[in-house]
Structure formats: structure tokens, C-alpha cells
């Protein structure tokens, strides 16, 4: 049986983000990266469209920059907590057949 084709949206969430601060973290950055995205990205609009599935996960600094500086992204952060560091990437949607590693070998983010 051939395995579907997917369009999936990556959640990164630095893993030095206090547990207690992530669900306001990611749900502001989800809603900004909405902005950023829609109407401006096919693979996005489609995703929306057809697919909307999504995965939070966390990934240490070193990693998180290396996402950062190779995949389309929304930067998030939080002002007070993580004193307005970037902490929180939300990826344009990838396929499943052609998902970069750093995201493949990426933890779940578990609260």
C-alpha cells in the first residue's frame, strides 16, 4: 500500500522554554505565522485548505538555529519569560515525502 502524501506545518519550540509559558508561546506564533502566510504561500494555502495537520516539537538551540537559517518560517517569542528571544518557529508547511531532517529527527514537544 503506498503511504499518502502529506502537506504537514512544524511547530519548533526551543527546549529551554519554560513548559508553563509554551501553549500561550505557540499559540501566538501559530496566529501571527496565519498572517504571515496566508494568501502569500500556495503550499500554505493548501495546507489550510486540505490537509491542516500540524506537530509541536522541541529542538535544542543549536538546532532550532539551523531550522531558523534553512527552512521558511514565522519567528516567535515571548517578551517577559524568554526576554524576547526568538524561541518559537512556526515552518511553512512541508511535504511528507521531502521533510528536512532537523524537523524528521525533532523530539515532540510533551507538556
Do not use: Q
Not at 506564533?29 to 504561500?41: L, Q, R, V, Y
Amino acid at each position: 500500500m503506498e503511504k499518502s502524501r502529506i502537506l504537514k506545518m512544524y511547530i519548533v519550540v526551543r527546549d529551554d522554554v519554560p513548559v508553563n509559558i509554551t501553549p500561550t508561546l505557540v499559540a501566538h506564533s501559530a496566529i501571527n505565522a496565519h498572517i504571515k502566510f496566508n494568501g502569500k504561500s500556495e503550499l500554505y494555502d493548501e495546507w489550510l485548505e486540505k490537509y491542516y495537520f500540524k506537530v509541536t516539537v522541541k529542538v535544542d538551540k543549536n538546532v532550532f538555529e539551523k531550522i531558523r537559517s534553512t527552512i521558511p518560517c514565522h519567528e516567535g517569542y515571548e517578551n517577559k519569560t524568554c526576554n524576547g528571544e526568538i524561541t518559537c518557529l512556526v515552518c511553512e508547511p512541508v511535504w511528507s515525502d521531502n521533510t528536512p531532517k532537523p524537523l524528521i529527527y525533532a523530539s515532540l514537544w510533551k507538556g
